[in-house]
């Protein structure tokens, strides 16, 4: 069964600490790997996203690390602001997207 | 414009069926549907392209589709159970990987 393990479900940051959301997979022929964001009533919105012949990718405050051998990914946020307060899903893609189970990220400010 | 889906919301009961829309972003052929609960997170259902079912999910009969020729695409879900009360998520594509999510239909089945 193609599965993506998240962790952690839930985690709470201080403002301008960093953020660390970390995931597994298991099937060696995802080939794609994106990170989406979710606030409350809304769909979620496409991040960031890396290949695995890439082991880091960084854009803005966020960083995705990717260990191919391990099969694992890694999401980074930098500089953890209040408004980054949402749910973020790891994904990995071999044609379809499959979800990890999301990390609701609570910004203190 | 982004991924549009309607209707926002959505109160049935069960045994009856519904329908929902999705309008693609401009020029994208792919769209895909997800259910998202508490429970079983973002699951997939089904993936249509140029009106062919391309891919599904693991959910019952109950649940179809179909994309019409101007990549537009519907969800059916007849003989509503309890279960299904869930955010429907639909999601167009124009490169095979990157989906860009409408902000989905809440349905509730009482």
């Known amino acids: 069964q193609q599965q993506v393990k998240q962790s952690p479900q839930s985690l709470i940051v201080q403002k301008g600490g960093i953020s660390i959301i970390n995931c597994a997979y298991e099937n060696t022929a995802f080939d794609y790997f994106p990170w989406y964001q979710q606030f409350p009533g809304k769909g979620p919105a496409l991040l960031i996203a890396i290949r695995p012949d890439v082991s880091e990718k960084k854009e803005g405050r966020f960083t995705i690390s990717f260990n191919k051998s391990a099969k694992q990914f890694s999401l980074h946020i930098m500089d953890s602001q209040p408004g980054d307060s949402a749910t973020y899903f790891c994904?990995?893609?071999?044609?379809?997207?499959?979800f990890g189970s999301g990390t609701q990220l609570t910004v203190l400010p | 414009a982004g991924v549009t889906q309607s209707p926002t919301h959505l109160i049935k009961t069960r045994g009856q069926q519904v329908t929902l829309s999705c309008s693609p972003i401009?020029?994208?052929?792919?769209v895909s549907w997800y259910q998202q609960t508490p429970g079983q997170g973002l699951q997939f259902l089904f993936e249509y392209f140029s009106e062919t079912q391309r891919n599904k999910g693991n959910f019952p009969g109950r649940f179809s589709g179909r994309q019409f020729s101007n990549s537009r695409s519907e969800m059916n879900v007849s003989t509503l159970e309890l279960g299904d009360s869930a955010l429907y998520l639909c999601?167009?594509?124009?490169?095979?990987?990157?989906?860009?999510f409408g902000p989905g239909t809440r349905l509730t089945v009482l």
């Open positions: 994904a990995a893609s071999g044609g379809q997207l499959t």
């Open positions: 999601a167009s594509s124009l490169a095979e990987d990157t989906q860009y």
């Open positions: 401009s020029g994208h052929r792919s």
